[in-house]
């Protein structure tokens, strides 16, 4: 090995590894006297660190806060109108976006609790209405 290898330093540093000749060469070493130093003290810490982010990785998590819910989309309001043929006068007066949709009727998925979803039956009678 080349003089100033990791072996090498630990041996100067720490008085660890295989005698040292004058050139700075090694001494007359086997493979055995190379690996003085333990594997445990290097694995061992190692070890330690990621048996903590493990279990740092389990701890459960703070419940979810839900989100409060507008009430105001005009929902409540229509329902005294299921069964009627649907008119846009039935709508309340400060409802929020509205969307008007039939059975056949492609409508997005999205989540929007102040829109007011007004969804008819096939003979055009108000059949549903919900904040979404």
């Not at 190692?46 to 998590?61: H, S």
Request: aromatic share 4%.
């Amino acid at each position: 090995m080349v003089a100033g290898t990791v072996v090498e330093r630990r041996r100067f540093c720490n008085g660890v590894g295989p005698p040292l000749d004058r050139d700075g060469g090694k001494a007359e070493a086997s493979p055995d006297t190379l690996m003085e130093e333990p594997v445990m003290k290097v694995t061992a810490p190692l070890g330690a660190v990621l048996f903590g982010l493990t279990l740092a990785a389990c701890e459960p998590l703070a419940p979810p806060v839900p989100t409060p819910v507008p009430t105001g989309c005009g929902a409540a309001e229509m329902q005294r109108h299921i069964g009627r043929p649907f008119v846009e006068a039935m709508i309340p007066p400060g409802a929020g976006p509205v969307r008007i949709g039939g059975p056949d009727t492609a409508m997005t998925m999205d989540y929007r609790p102040d829109r007011l979803t007004i969804l008819l039956d096939r003979a055009g009678r108000l059949a549903e209405a919900k904040c979404n």
